[in-house]
């Protein structure tokens, strides 16, 4: 069965500080997505990154990255020098081959303090 | 660019009443999909449509109805009511022949009290 696991809760940084949300997950699929969704106070869900279980490539946007590595199973991103806007609950999500249907992690809370 | 649009953005209701939410996708998808997510709670798949037929059906409870119509908006239909229905539902959508993520609409806000 599928599972998304998201160990940190909580994680409260200072401004400008680096910080780093880990995701672990469980498939049976060799075929498989992983995404980044933020949910900030105002409550709506914000794509962040998709990503193809075939495609190992670390990825860059702006201050995010993402490292993606199979022989761990984990999906963890990376905030560079946080932001207060960065502060959000950000939720890991998996979806197997033949389906969109999204298997949510249970979303870490990142406090960014000024 | 067009979003998901989901209406009403509250909803205010009393135990054992019906409720109601719609949701417009993105223009050109044709997969839908509903989430439901009570306080503190990551987002529990509910039910999806894809061509206006049910794709496929999670933890959504009997009293719970949903359809897609012939323009791909979706309405979730709640009857009878409980306290334990207080959350955010979100709906989804993406196409099948883009092979899109989830977009979510910015979600209604059921209070039942």
């Known amino acids: 069965a599928q599972k998304v696991t998201q160990a940190q809760t909580e994680i409260s940084v200072v401004e400008k500080e680096d910080v780093t949300l880990d995701c672990v997950y469980e498939?049976?699929?060799?075929?498989?997505?992983l995404f980044w969704y933020k949910q900030p106070p105002s409550g709506e869900l914000v794509f962040l990154i998709r990503?193809?279980?075939?495609?190992?490539q670390n990825e860059i946007s702006g201050r995010y990255s993402w490292n993606f590595q199979k022989s761990t199973s984990s999906f963890n991103f990376t905030i560079t020098a946080s932001q207060v806007v960065d502060s959000a609950v950000y939720f890991c999500?998996?979806?197997?081959?033949?389906?969109?249907?999204?298997?949510f992690g249970t979303g870490t809370r990142l406090q960014v303090f000024p | 660019a067009a979003g998901v649009i989901q209406s009403p953005r509250h909803l205010i209701k009393e135990k054992r009443e019906t409720a109601t939410l719609k949701c417009y996708p993105i223009p050109r998808h044709d997969t839908v999909y509903w989430y439901q997510q009570g306080p503190g709670q990551d987002p529990q798949f509910l039910i999806s449509f894809y061509e206006k037929m049910q794709s496929d059906k999670g933890s959504i409870p009997d009293r719970f109805s949903a359809q897609q119509f012939s323009d791909y908006h979706s309405e979730l239909n709640m009857s009878s009511l409980e306290l334990g229905d207080s959350a955010l539902y979100f709906c989804a959508s993406s196409s099948s022949s883009y092979n899109s993520p989830l977009h979510f609409g910015n979600g209604t806000r059921l209070t039942v009290t």
């Open positions: 999500a998996l979806s197997e081959e033949d389906t969109d249907k999204l298997i």
């Open positions: 990503r193809n279980s075939f495609d190992e």
């Open positions: 498939t049976r699929d060799t075929t498989y997505y």
